[in-house]
């Protein structure tokens, strides 16, 4: 009778430890999902394109669960804090971030001591498409293409510079790398923010820069700027007719700002197809479509949650090594 009692004891014991050591995503199965507001978080401040992007998508998003999302800004240290924040949040597919390159790839090479990594610490859940930079330069400068340009500098050795909205950001990791493929020199001016490194490439007090296209088209289409070349592989419909970098000799050479949803790591794959689904539908909408083609973002050849993670992987890798080359690091 004791060996018995002991026998059931044990194994309701062991029943305990089991039912104890599941996973949370075990839990998180068994409920329907969603039956909660989702929170979605921009890690950066309200009224930029970043975030009407995010708000405009999670209005749409709201049509497609039977949930809203709720959109959160959580802005600071150029997107770390609130990616730091979706990082650490329950793995249940509730807290998402709209996340950019900076956060995603870039700041893992940029920032000491960060407290995410963008690979092991989120789930992807969607690439929602990249915006190019292109190359403008003031009209004083005589070259009409990316070769002339190269060719000029090389007759004029540290005549040119190039500005950037600050150390570390798209537009300056665009001309180091540039540099590195094409053996310039061109020395970097950075600014705080993209507007006054627009007002001195306007006034000619630099010569050029590697800015995003929605900020560059109202001045090309005005030729008050001109454009030598798009920085992606692929032309930029935003401004039809300029050739990409790339096909003017440079080939590999592919700089944009990418976008895209992650959840934090662990949470539950079928909540994330739930949700990739929800958002590959949004997407599709007309209004959605719109304000994204008007903001010249371009979209992601391949929707799906492992392309996403795959790219940002190949993303981190890429930016490590232009950001060594560039000596920017801040603590």
């Known amino acids: 009778m004791y060996k018995r009692s002991f026998i059931a004891a044990t194994a309701a014991l062991a029943a305990q430890a089991f039912l104890a050591a599941l996973p949370l995503q075990a839990a998180y199965a068994a409920e329907t999902f969603p039956n909660k507001p989702i929170t979605l978080i921009i890690p950066y401040p309200p009224g930029g394109p ?10 749409e998003l709201s049509t497609h669960l039977p949930q809203p999302m709720i959109v959160e800004n959580r802005a600071g240290a150029n997107g770390n804090i609130g990616a730091e924040y979706v990082a650490r949040a329950a793995p249940d597919g509730y807290t998402l971030m709209f996340g950019t ?24 859940v969607i690439h929602v498409g990249y915006l190019p930079n292109v190359l ?4 004083n400068i005589p070259a009409k293409t990316v070769p002339e340009l190269v060719a000029w500098s090389k007759t004029h050795p540290g005549a040119l510079s190039f500005a950037s909205s600050g150390s570390g950001a798209s537009s300056h990791l665009a001309g180091v790398m540039f540099n590195s493929v094409a053996g310039t020199d061109f020395l970097h001016v950075p600014y705080k923010g993209t507007g006054p490194a627009l007002n001195d490439l306007l006034g000619g007090h630099v010569a ?19 454009a030598l070349g ?6 930029s419909r935003a401004l039809p007719g300029v050739p990409t970098i790339a096909e003017q000799g440079y080939a590999g050479y592919d700089v944009s700002v990418f976008f895209g949803v992650v959840a934090p790591a662990g949470t539950p794959v079928d909540r994330i197809d739930t949700l990739n689904r929800a958002f590959v539908q949004a997407l599709a909408s007309e209004k959605v479509k719109a304000l994204f083609d008007s903001q010249g973002l371009e979209p ?20 490590a090594d232009v950001v060594k080359q560039s000596g920017a690091q801040i603590n």
């Open 300 to 319: 992601a050849p391949d929707s799906s949650p492992r392309a996403l993670g795959a790219f940002i992987a190949q993303e981190k890798a890429k930016w």
């Open 101 to 124: 390159s900076g956060p995603l790839a870039i700041n893992a090479s940029l920032y000491h001591g960060l407290g995410y990594d963008p690979v092991k610490s989120f789930a992807p």
């Open 50 to 59: 970043t975030d009407a992007m995010a708000r405009t998508l999670a209005t």
């Open 208 to 226: 050029m820069s590697f800015t995003d296209v929605l900020t560059a088209k109202p001045f090309v289409e005005t030729d008050k700027l001109r």
């Open 230 to 235: 798009v920085t992606t592989a692929r032309p």
């Open 136 to 139: 403008v330069v003031n009209p």
